[in-house]
């Protein structure tokens, strides 16, 4: 009968003790007198089955092909797999800093190239208003006779107003005709060549 009496009292400290946990307030330091073991061994017990519960959704994230999915693999599968994850990061960094690089260059070369093509395209417009330039002088106005055949200004000599002809343009002279006229031959010998005797 000395037994049954110690029973009800750790049942009646459960009892308070998940009251405790369910409806724990800020406001009350202690709704019962519970033994400072049981609560800490109560912590630690739902600590372990967090912990496991981490432990198994760990296992299952890693997908482990192993028959052993116990605490230990599931370390060294995750320590392995992160070195992976920290040797990818890495490479990445350094593909990273050698396409900025890349790109730097690119960009140097690119501007270079627009300042060559804006002064080749400036170059080409001198060039082409120079060549329009001896175009226009080199070729010949067919109303103006060539200057070689230019007569010196009559108007000179005779005032407009002494005879009250009027001056004639330059720009309307006619060049002086030629005219060619065949002779013919004299001697007997020469038109026996050419009647063919």
């Known amino acids: 009968m000395g037994s049954d009496a110690p029973a009800p009292l750790v ?17 009350k330091k202690n709704q019962g007198k519970v033994p400072k073991r049981i609560h800490k061994a109560k912590r630690e017990r739902l600590k372990r089955e967090h912990l496991n519960d981490l432990f ?3 296992g299952s994230v890693l997908e482990l092909t192993q028959q052993n999915n116990g605490k230990a ?19 990445l960094r350094k593909e990273n800093v050698s396409l900025l690089s890349e790109s730097n260059y690119v960009t140097v070369e690119n501007n270079e190239l627009v300042e060559e093509n804006s002064a080749l395209e400036s170059q080409i417009e001198k060039l082409q208003t120079e060549i329009e330039a001896r175009i226009s002088h080199s070729k010949p106005d067919l109303n103006v006779p060539p200057p070689e055949f230019q007569q010196p200004e009559l108007t ?8 009250g002809l009027p001056a004639v343009e330059t720009s309307l002279q006619q060049v002086p005709a030629v005219l060619i006229v065949p002779i013919p ?5 020469v038109k026996c060549k050419q009647t063919a005797c």
């Open 11 to 27: 049942n009646k400290v459960n009892v308070v003790d998940d009251a405790s946990l369910e409806g724990h307030s800020p406001t």
């Open 56 to 58: 198994l959704d760990l």
């Open 73 to 91: 693999t599931v370390l060294n599968e995750a320590t392995r797999l992160l070195k992976d994850l920290f040797g990818q990061i890495e490479s």
């Open 156 to 163: 000179s000599h005779f005032p407009v107003d002494g005879y």
């Open 185 to 189: 031959p004299s001697n007997p010998a």
